[in-house]
């Protein structure tokens, strides 16, 4: 039983211990009460005791050979170390067994260590103590910028921090850096052992290797031979993907157009490991270093339009009015004999005359109806071996054509599913805040920040920033899992098979969003680190476009490299100015460059 004042441990700390019937009174260090349970306390000594507790000289060591290997109470230790089984006494003998050197508390008791734990306690000290000078000596050295081999294995660490793949750093936290993946890339690069490395995607966690999945043979089924008419896929030079090709003639009606789609849903059932991992992935990878998939390449060899003499396709035969009025539409599984262009050699091509025509009037129609047409300078930068390529994207009025065609095939698709009542991932997007008035890429400038983000719905809305009533994204099946999705319901509604359903479309709409943010992200900040490497290694100087006032600083477009730079502006200029800007410096953790004015 407890006398007043006895002496216990809580939680660690020395405390004073009084019954107070089933539980216990602590009056704690600094004079705070709390009552607890008996088992919540390690008991001492009987009392009476103060928390002034001034631990006597002991013998520790005469202890311990007296006692290697037995287990004793703290008592028995406190009169054998302390000669005595005093307050201070029992204290210090519970100190000696929490140090864990020679004694050990289990329990209520303490155990003497024997001699061979206490040789191997020594030489795991006697390694500890190693590792924290070789440690330390490393740090040294990477704080001089002069490595050695063997210090490679320690920053292994600090790449898995730069790529995203852990939270901490020892060695960033001993250098006083912030454990961040951006801290984590610079030092990389200023010990060189980084030079140009690309972090961005694999620190968002996107797979950087195509997917590896055997891919079933297409199979045999009905399809229109539409070999004996032209058919055209216009894309950007070195394009690896064609899933579009177009064919538009003049009839009595207006306009006949033909969009054919590579028909992916053949080979990709809803369900299947196929659409599964292209689920997972969302969409292509594009980066300037190449191309990462979401479907196995098989399939793009398979199906991507004119890569083989003649290729399946899912047909959109839509009939248009000259004004851009969609009057009819079909839709079918046909055979297609494809032509490859870039933008630049569609141009001259005659037979694209009536495409011209049709987009001209259906361009018109959406402006009528509130689309936005905004056509800020885009370029494409591409990484060959150790070249970085900046090219500017020509605005060919071939890629107009194509937009157009793109379009009225989704609107088509869309409408064709809100009348048969087939559950389908529309696209949608309110209408701006405002609408600017102005000329010139200021203005476009400014309208952009005013566009609402669009949605990929379950539901159909209008698409005000298309000016469309409805919107359906449906001829980039090999690029975009969404299209592929509006291809498996279009394939379904075509065979009178059961489509997914409206709460299955959702949840393949939120899914793949999440993870195309991802994927749009990662492109974004990978083409800006090449971007900025470019202007590392070869500086620039060249043409900016005033397009927004920020007090004395200037936000200008530099239409050569698609960037945006605030400049101080040294004298008031009118917005649209055009001025010549030069390269100072970039932070590439950070994704930032500084510019000047000339």
């Known amino acids: 039983m407890l006398v007043k004042k006895a002496l216990v441990i809580y939680k660690?700390?020395?405390?004073?211990?009084?019954?107070?019937?089933?539980?216990?009174?602590?009056?704690?260090?600094?004079?705070?009460?709390?009552?607890?349970?008996?088992?919540?306390?390690?008991?001492?000594?009987?009392?009476?005791?103060?928390?002034?507790?001034?631990?006597?000289?002991?013998?520790?060591?005469?202890?311990?050979?007296?006692?290697?290997?037995?287990?004793?109470?703290?008592?028995?230790?406190?009169?054998?170390?302390?000669?005595?089984?005093?307050?201070?006494?029992?204290?210090?003998?519970?100190?000696?067994?929490?140090?864990?050197?020679?004694?050990?508390?289990?329990?209520?008791?303490?155990?003497?260590?024997?001699?061979?734990?206490?040789?191997?306690?020594?030489?795991?000290?006697?390694?500890?103590?190693?590792?924290?000078?070789?440690?330390?000596?490393?740090?040294?050295?990477?704080?001089?910028?002069?490595?050695?081999?063997?210090?490679?294995?320690?920053?292994?660490?600090?790449?898995?921090?730069?790529?995203?793949?852990?939270?901490?750093?020892?060695?960033?936290?001993?250098?006083?850096?912030?454990?961040?993946?951006?801290?984590?890339?610079?030092?990389?690069?200023?010990?060189?052992?980084?030079?140009?490395?690309?972090?961005?995607?694999?620190?968002?966690?996107?797979?950087?290797?195509?997917?590896?999945?055997?891919?079933?043979?297409?199979?045999?089924?009905?399809?229109?031979?539409?070999?004996?008419?032209?058919?055209?896929?216009?894309?950007?030079?070195?394009?690896?993907?064609?899933?579009?090709?177009?064919?538009?003639?003049?009839?009595?009606?207006?306009?006949?157009?033909?969009?054919?789609?590579?028909?992916?849903?053949?080979?990709?059932?809803?369900?299947?490991?196929?659409?599964?991992?292209?689920?997972?992935?969302?969409?292509?990878?594009?980066?300037?270093?190449?191309?990462?998939?979401?479907?196995?390449?098989?399939?793009?060899?398979?199906?991507?339009?004119?890569?083989?003499?003649?290729?399946?396709?899912?047909?959109?035969?839509?009939?248009?009015?000259?004004?851009?009025?969609?009057?009819?539409?079909?839709l079918y599984l046909s055979w297609v004999r494809v032509r490859r262009l870039t933008y630049g050699e569609a141009l001259e091509v005659e037979a694209l005359a009536p495409l011209k025509e049709l987009a001209e009037a259906f361009r018109k129609k959406r402006l009528a109806q509130g689309a936005l047409d905004l056509t800020l300078p885009e370029v494409k930068v591409r990484v060959e071996g150790e070249e970085i390529r900046i090219t500017p994207l020509p605005p060919y009025e071939s890629r107009v054509w194509v937009r157009e065609a793109m379009l009225l095939a989704g609107y088509a698709a869309a409408h064709l599913a809100l009348r048969e009542g087939l559950p389908f991932p529309f696209a949608t997007q309110e209408a701006p805040g405002r609408r600017v008035e102005g000329e010139g890429l200021a203005a476009m400038w400014e309208q952009r920040k005013t566009l609402k983000r669009a949605q990929l719905k379950a539901v159909p809305a209008p698409h005000k920033g298309l000016g469309l009533p409805l919107y359906a994204q449906v001829t980039s099946p090999l690029r975009r899992y969404l299209d592929l999705v509006a291809h498996q319901q279009l394939r379904a509604w075509l065979k009178g098979e059961r489509p997914l359903s409206q709460a299955e479309v959702l949840e393949r709409v939120g899914a793949a969003e999440a993870v195309a943010d991802l994927v749009r992200e990662g492109e974004r900040r990978s083409k800006l680190h090449w971007t900025l490497l470019y202007l590392m290694e070869k500086g620039y100087e060249g043409p900016g476009v005033l397009v927004e006032k920020r007090g004395g600083q200037g936000v200008f477009l530099l239409p050569e490299l698609a960037l945006t730079a605030q400049v101080a502006l040294s004298q008031p200029l009118p917005l649209n100015a055009e001025a010549r800007l030069r390269f100072l410096e970039a932070d590439l953790p950070a994704l930032e460059a500084r510019f000047a004015l000339v």
């Open 12 to 330: 660690g700390k020395p405390a004073l211990a009084e019954e107070k019937g089933d539980r216990l009174e602590l009056t704690l260090e600094g004079g705070a009460k709390l009552k607890v349970r008996p088992k919540d306390v390690l008991f001492l000594h009987p009392g009476p005791a103060s928390l002034d507790l001034r631990v006597p000289e002991g013998e520790e060591e005469a202890a311990w050979e007296l006692l290697e290997g037995q287990k004793v109470s703290l008592r028995e230790l406190s009169e054998l170390a302390f000669g005595a089984y005093t307050p201070e006494a029992a204290y210090g003998a519970y100190l000696l067994a929490q140090k864990g050197e020679r004694f050990v508390l289990e329990g209520g008791e303490v155990r003497a260590r024997t001699r061979e734990e206490l040789a191997f306690l020594e030489e795991a000290k006697r390694r500890k103590e190693e590792r924290e000078r070789a440690f330390q000596e490393a740090l040294e050295r990477i704080r001089e910028g002069r490595l050695l081999p063997e210090d490679r294995p320690l920053l292994a660490e600090v790449e898995a921090l730069a790529f995203g793949e852990r939270k901490e750093s020892r060695v960033l936290k001993a250098l006083g850096l912030p454990e961040t993946p951006e801290a984590a890339h610079g030092l990389l690069l200023r010990l060189g052992l980084w030079r140009r490395e690309n972090p961005h995607p694999r620190r968002l966690g996107l797979p950087l290797a195509p997917p590896d999945l055997p891919v079933p043979p297409l199979p045999e089924e009905e399809r229109v031979d539409l070999t004996h008419l032209p058919a055209f896929a216009i894309d950007d030079e070195g394009s690896q993907d064609p899933d579009d090709a177009l064919y538009a003639e003049r009839v009595e009606e207006g306009f006949r157009l033909l969009v054919h789609v590579a028909d992916v849903a053949a080979l990709v059932r809803p369900g299947s490991p196929l659409d599964q991992e292209a689920l997972r992935r969302g969409a292509n990878l594009y980066l300037p270093e190449g191309t990462v998939p979401m479907l196995p390449p098989a399939v793009t060899e398979a199906l991507g339009l004119g890569l083989k003499e003649v290729s399946p396709a899912l047909t959109f035969e839509l009939l248009v009015s000259p004004e851009g009025e969609l009057l009819e539409e079909a």
